[in-house]
């Protein structure tokens, strides 16, 4: 099983819009940073942090030490997510952070087939008829 991070935004511009986080490593910063996620509402050109998974777990790690919260406190090197956490990055406006809340899905992979390649089952019903017919 493999999970999906979505990222709710709680502040900013685009705030109460989810975002899914598009691949296993994702970058986040603001417009003009050539972050893989540019979120309105964080500093212009600046990275922030890094998003990654192994398939079962994702973990966050900053680009700039000590710029991010999770959860109020500061990050460790590597810190693992969970479904309610928030994040906390600088703000456009010094005083207010940006915050983002974590949602965690679970995506349960297709098993293949012990039945061997499975070409019986993708063969359309009709075509299988209408060979044996002929």
Known sequence: ???????????????????TVPSEKCSVGGKGSNSDLELAGLPHAIKFIDLSSNGKTWTVVEFEPRSALLNQRQLKRRNKLSSGDEISLPGVTGDLPFRMTVELETVKNKAKSASGSGILEKVNGTVLVLGLVY
Not at 1 to 19: E, P, R
């Open 1 to 19: 099983m493999s999970q999906i991070l979505k990222l709710t935004i709680l502040d900013g511009a685009q705030v109460g819009q989810t975002i």
